[in-house]
Structure formats: C-alpha cells, structure tokens
C-alpha cells in the first residue's frame, strides 16, 4: 500500500547542475502536486495537474518545470538549480480533478541541498 | 488575500495535560479546511476535514471544530505519540489550498 512515492529521498546539486524529481501514486487520483515546504513557511504550492494532460502554474513556479507523464506519474525539473531552491520538495494527489473540496495525500519528501 | 494564521508555534504538554491549536483563517469562497499531522523527515498525513461552521470531527484523542473565521484542534489526555507538527490548510477554490506554518506539539511523559 504504498500511496505517494517520492525519488530520491536525498540529494545534493551544485549551483547551476540540473535535475528532476520523480512521483508516483497508485490510488487512482486525478490530481497531482507539488509543493516546496521551508522552515517557519507553510507549505507553498509550485505546479499541480488538475488531470493526465494538465498542468498550471502555483505560487511559486519560477525555476521549476513540470510534466504528467501519465495518470501515475508528476516530475518536477530543476532546469539551472539556485541556492535558494535549497528546500524539501514534497509531492502529493488527489481524487478531485483541482476543486478544494478534497484532501491531498502526500509523499516523504525529498531533501534538496544546493551548494 | 486569503491567510492563514496557526497558534501557537509550539507548544509543550505534560502527558494527559488537554490542550487546543488555533488555525485562523481568511479565504474567500471556502471550499473545505483540512487538518494534517507531519512526524519530523515525513510527509503531512491527512488527519480531517471539515465543511461547514459547526462541524466537528473526532479521531482518538483529537477533534477538530470549524467556524467562520477559526478551527481547532483539540486534544484530550495526550500521549507522548501525539507529539507531531499539526498543520491546517484551508481550501479556497480551484487547487487553492493554503497551508499554515503549523504547531509543533511536543508531549513529555
């Protein structure tokens, strides 16, 4: 029963090295996220999906690209990472196709550090 | 602007010691507010969610009240497992889901 699953757990850049995180979830949700949580912060929405061949933008998507690769699947890509996108990245779904009504259920998070 | 404002930052119980956190909200059109706990180096995990002022949840030792403008999240006779940082997200509209900074809630036997 794994729900959301995140890749890697742990990861280190230097400034200016590219890379993409990986989500999966096996409930059968429309929707997908991905949200960036800092301390003293809430968490902060980057992208979502409301549905497979969806995405838009959240509060804070600069820096970031997203694709659905399927039903399944949400990847985050750090296209030139920065030392202010130091951060645990976390990914989450839900059964609603976007509307607020639903809760999300999340992933463990990855921990990026970028040097 | 839609905020969200959780009270205290933290907060320290001695075991069986009842409390309550405060999640004050301002979203416009809310659509539902949810209650998660995050244990340290985990993800949130979706605790309730409320719908309508007046309505309550319970869950073991938790419950959780929502008015216009307020929730709560009370807790009865805490263990020391209840220790976890409690967040709320009120929803407001399309994918809006706004997250408080959370409570951090430490229970000491």
């Known amino acids: 029963n794994a729900g959301v699953t995140q890749t890697p757990k742990f990861q280190v850049l230097k400034t200016g090295q590219s890379m993409t995180l990986q989500c999966a979830q096996d409930m059968n949700h429309n929707s997908m996220y991905w949200y960036r949580q800092d301390p003293g912060m809430g968490l902060r929405l980057i992208y979502y999906?409301?549905?497979?061949?969806?995405?838009d933008k959240g509060e804070v998507p600069n820096g970031y690209n997203v694709s659905r690769l399927n039903k399944r699947e949400f990847s985050l890509r750090l296209e030139s990472a920065a030392p202010s996108q130091t951060s645990v990245y976390f990914c989450?779904?839900?059964?609603?196709?976007?509307?607020?009504?639903?809760?999300?259920?999340f992933g463990d998070g990855t921990r990026l550090s970028i040097l | 602007e839609d905020q969200v404002t959780q009270s205290p930052e933290a907060l320290r119980l001695q075991e069986g010691e009842s409390s309550s956190l405060n999640c004050s909200y301002t979203v416009s059109g809310l659509r539902g507010l949810f209650w998660y706990r995050q244990d340290p180096g985990k993800g949130p995990e979706f605790l309730f969610t409320?719908?309508?002022a007046g309505e309550e949840k319970e869950k073991e030792r938790l419950k959780a009240t929502l008015t216009k403008k307020e929730s709560f999240l009370h807790i009865t006779a805490p263990k020391p497992e209840d220790s976890a940082t409690y967040l709320c997200a009120p929803g407001g509209g399309y994918n809006k889901l706004i997250f408080g900074a959370g409570t951090r809630l430490a229970v000491h036997p």
């Open positions: 999906s409301a549905s497979e061949g969806t995405t």
């Open positions: 409320l719908y309508s």
């Open positions: 989450a779904s839900g059964r609603g196709r976007g509307d607020s009504n639903q809760p999300q259920h």
